[in-house]
């Protein structure tokens, strides 16, 4: 048992350790006291969209922080991710009654349509790199959202039928899935607490498995030395491939399960801020620190919905909230204690 637990807290596994347990241990506190005391409907409504948005910066810390390289179009690959995901679940409604496992397959397509998407969009964008790349990633975070704008998609009993015309689509007795700049109508919400908790642990299984590979080293060498990695032979190009295509499929994840919370969508909130939304929680938790950004996804999503009822000051509140908190993790003073601090305990774990 002591080996067990001394291999826990070994410094490579301790972050890892705590992000289990960080995870684990809210859910267990939120699920007993959802049991046993009533809990308000703003709450309970934060749980689904807050688990997402920690998978989406996950995600994005993927590229910004271990591989070094700015994507501003992640909305995008999220937004594919979540009408793929409401697509497949209309049309399995009839063949899969049960919700949950349509809700699994339903995150599986939307996962592997956004990673074969993220594949394409590599291929000429990972050639780039600093601003260009971000202009690119950009660009084609819009181009989506203006593209399923401009999709209607139904189906009847003659089948699938599309168009990017409204007035083309004929349906007999059939049900659209999508209705243009309206996004999609009528989806039955089968997401829940539970499924968004086991997705951030899948998120972070995959993402320390990758880092903690050979892989992860080929891609955090790169980001650390571009030159000295290629002299070794580490093929650049393909480590930043690996780790753009993975950040989107778990950004496509966590836009399925974003859509299959609510029973309406619109293509419009997958646009630029919340792109910037994203980099900014990857920001405020840290370049590469992965439970600095389940932190700051957490507090900067829940942050502005408790401050609604102050209406128009609560994004004044919210900007000032940034200001501070930020002018203080660049204090070097401040960096300075903690690290003194961190180096105590690291001390008497030693003696220990």
Excluded at 11 to 27: L, P
Excluded at 106 to 111: D, E, F, K, L, R
Excluded at 238 to 252: D, E, H, N, Y
Aim: net charge positive; glycine share 8%; hydrophobic share 50%.
């Amino acid at each position: 048992m002591k080996k067990i637990l001394d291999n826990l807290l070994h410094q490579k596994n301790r972050s890892r350790t705590i992000s289990y347990a960080m995870i684990i241990g809210t859910y267990l506190i939120i699920e007993i006291l959802m049991h046993s005391i009533r809990m308000s409907r703003l709450f309970t409504s934060m749980l689904v969209p807050c688990c997402c948005y920690i998978v989406l910066a996950l995600s994005l810390n993927l590229v910004v922080g271990f591989s070094g390289e700015l994507s501003l179009g992640h909305a995008g690959f999220m937004a594919v991710g979540a009408f793929t995901a409401i697509i497949v679940s209309g049309l399995c409604v009839q063949m899969i009654p049960d919700p949950i496992i349509r809700l699994f397959i339903s995150i599986i397509a939307g996962s592997i349509v956004s990673g074969i998407a993220g594949l394409l969009v590599s291929v000429p964008v990972l050639k780039l790199s600093g601003d260009y790349l971000a202009i690119v990633t950009l660009a084609f975070g819009q181009i989506i959202k203006s593209l399923i704008t401009n999709i209607y998609l139904g189906f009847d009993r003659n089948g699938m039928q599309f168009s990017f015309v409204n007035n083309e689509l004929n349906l007999e007795q059939g049900r659209m899935l999508l209705s243009g700049p309206m996004g999609a109508t009528d989806t039955a919400k089968i997401s829940n607490f539970s499924s968004g908790v086991l997705l951030i642990l899948a998120t972070l299984f995959i993402i320390y498995s990758l880092i903690d590979s050979k892989y992860g080293r080929a891609i955090m060498a790169a980001r650390d030395d571009r030159i000295a990695a290629e002299s070794i032979g580490i093929d650049i190009l393909r480590s930043k491939t690996l780790a753009f295509v993975t950040s989107a499929i778990l950004a496509g994840a966590a836009g399925a399960l974003y859509a299959l919370n609510y029973s309406t969508l619109q293509p419009a909130k997958f646009d630029f801020n919340t792109s910037i939304l994203a980099l900014v929680y990857v920001v405020f938790g840290g370049l590469g620190n992965i439970n600095g950004t389940i932190i700051a996804a957490t507090a900067l999503y829940v942050l502005p919905e408790l401050l609604r009822s102050l209406q128009d000051y609560r994004m004044l509140i919210y900007a000032i909230v940034l200001i501070i908190v930020m002018q203080l993790g660049s204090s070097a003073r401040l960096k300075r204690s903690l690290e003194q601090i961190r180096n105590r305990f690291a001390r008497k774990g030693d003696v220990r």
